[in-house]
């Protein structure tokens, strides 16, 4: 038959180019009458393809770690094909552990837990905190950090304004404790990880508690310079600091309490440029490794007094990785053109911007690096102030994509935004709003406070801390926190602030 022969004819045809040209060389011979033909034909045909329908559940469950963590929940109303793939527990909990960088036990997880978990992240990824309310304190406080529910800070008291105690507080569980030394010694510099909070003294005495059982445990240091720079990750601490004749760092294991030590040499790549007249001005920030028993030691390429007197555009930031011996594994440095770009002289510390390795770290005048650890290399933050800079104003803070900017009330409008939700876009929205007079404890500033205005989060929390006030935004609606003003364990003050403004 005729028909037979150019359909075989067709089916010779084996280019995508040619096929569509036979196609339309055909449909020109056409009379008007078969063209109706033809379109009556096609429009009876369905060109939809339903690909997550038809995928593997594995195949899907890959797709939407890609996608918002509220997506699978969403969608399940498109069919019912749909609903009951995205039901499927492979889904929902590969969605959550794409955020959370495997950091949250899902096994044997209920659905309405992974529900409740992937509400609270897209309610964080919106900027719509579900609670919000303000602490204002009797007394000022000093150092402060965020470590997943917990909130710790010092407080300053005393007519020498001094800080000789803690306050461990669980936002969470909504429970005050108060931690201090054998001799109630100064509080020189404050340390958290998810397993232990702790603080340096002004001596050679530094105290360490487990987050969980609170113990008390305390170790010494062979200099008191050490505690310039110190941090802990994990059941580790690690200090360092530069001495006359080496840099030298100090680790200590809280469930062993054994520490050990190691030297840097100046001649080491670390110090290219390290000259024996400033050589203890070097400033050094640490980032501990404790399942690879590694540390990664950063330092300027130059001294800070070098730094004041030279006229440079640029500068180098060196790094290095480097085994609880001493052993040095791995070197590598970032150029920047940031006049005089450092690192804070005091208790530099680089803080998570989420649980997959990635790092802030603040550099003066006025900027921050994000540095991956998995990749060890400074990457572009994704709230770069300039795209393909590999800096960001210090003023922003981010948690994964989502991005947050703390405004400067002195510089804008009374009863400003304080606290400003960028979002993944470019869109921003005032989430909070504060009076801009400043704080009575703002005009005179001892060397224990810091009258900055800093942001602490995470994807549960965003903390706005001042000098005597703490305001909370809280995202996860698990949290045990009140719904009405009162006092706040006899240290303070509790507002209730009915939803963001």
């Known amino acids: 038959m005729e ?10 045809i084996r280019t995508n180019d040619s096929r569509r040209e036979a196609i339309q060389a055909l449909v020109d011979e056409l009379t008007p009458y078969e063209l109706r033909t033809l379109q009556h034909i096609t429009a009876a045909r369905s060109f939809q393809l339903d690909i997550i329908g038809q995928l593997p559940v594995e195949l899907v469950a890959q797709v939407f770690t890609h996608l918002d963590t509220s997506t699978p929940y969403r969608l399940q109303r498109v069919s019912r094909r749909w609903h009951h793939i995205l039901q499927s527990p492979d889904v929902l909990k590969r969605s959550l552990t794409s955020w959370s960088g495997n950091t949250l036990d899902l096994q044997g997880a209920e659905r309405s837990l992974l529900e409740s978990k ?43 304004h001094t800080a000789r105690a803690i306050y461990l507080f669980n936002i969470s569980t909504w429970t005050l404790h108060t931690l201090n030394g054998d001799a109630r010694e100064k509080v020189a510099a404050l340390f ?22 609170r113990e008390k445990r305390r170790f010494r240091v062979p200099n008191p310079a ?9 059941t580790m601490v690690v200090c360092a600091a530069c001495l006359v004749d080496h840099a030298l ?71 290095g990785r480097f085994k609880y011996t001493g052993e040095c594994v791995a070197e590598s440095g970032l150029t920047l053109d940031l006049v005089r770009a450092s690192f804070h002289m005091l208790g530099n510390q680089l803080t998570p911007v989420g649980r997959d390795g990635i790092f802030r770290m603040t ?71 504060k009076d801009a007079r400043r704080s009575t404890y703002a005009d005179h500033v001892p060397s224990v406070m810091d009258n900055q205005e800093r942001i602490y989060l995470n994807d549960r929390y965003i903390i706005r801390v001042g000098v005597a006030d703490l305001e909370v935004l809280c995202f996860d609606e698990s949290s045990q926190h009140r719904n009405y003003s009162e006092s706040f364990f006899n240290i303070g003050s509790l507002q209730v602030i009915d939803g963001a403004t």
């Open 3 to 12: 028909a037979d022969a150019l359909i075989a004819a067709f089916r010779r």
């Open 118 to 160: 992937a509400k609270h992240i897209q309610m964080f990824r919106q900027g719509d905190p579900s609670s919000h309310f303000t602490v204002h304190l009797n007394d000022p406080r000093g150092y402060a950090t965020l470590v997943e529910d917990t909130l710790a800070w010092s407080r300053v008291s005393g007519h020498d």
């Open 192 to 213: 958290a990880s998810d397993k232990l909070v702790g603080f340096a003294t002004n001596g050679t005495v530094c105290y360490v508690w487990s987050l969980q059982t």
């Open 226 to 234: 050490l505690f310039k720079t110190i941090t802990c990750r994990g």
């Open 249 to 319: 760092v100090y680790i200590w294991d809280y469930r062993t309490q054994q520490g050990r030590s190691f030297t840097i040499s100046y001649d080491s790549a670390l110090f290219v440029r390290a000259t024996p007249e400033c050589t203890h001005h070097y400033a050094l920030a640490l980032l501990l490794q404790p399942e690879d028993e590694h540390i990664i030691v950063f330092a300027n390429e130059r001294c800070a007094t070098h730094y004041l007197h030279s006229s440079d555009m640029f500068t180098t930031l060196r790094y």
């Open 363 to 433: 550099i003066a005048p006025g900027g921050s690096l994000q540095f991956d650890e998995n990749l060890f290399k400074f990457t572009e933050p994704r709230p770069a102030t300039h795209k393909g800079e590999l800096w960001a104003n210090d003023s922003l803070y981010w948690w994964k994509d989502v991005l947050f900017e703390l405004k400067d009330p002195e510089a804008g409008i009374l009863h400003g935004p304080i606290l400003v939700h960028l979002g993944t876009t470019s869109h921003p929205k005032p989430i909070t709003r």
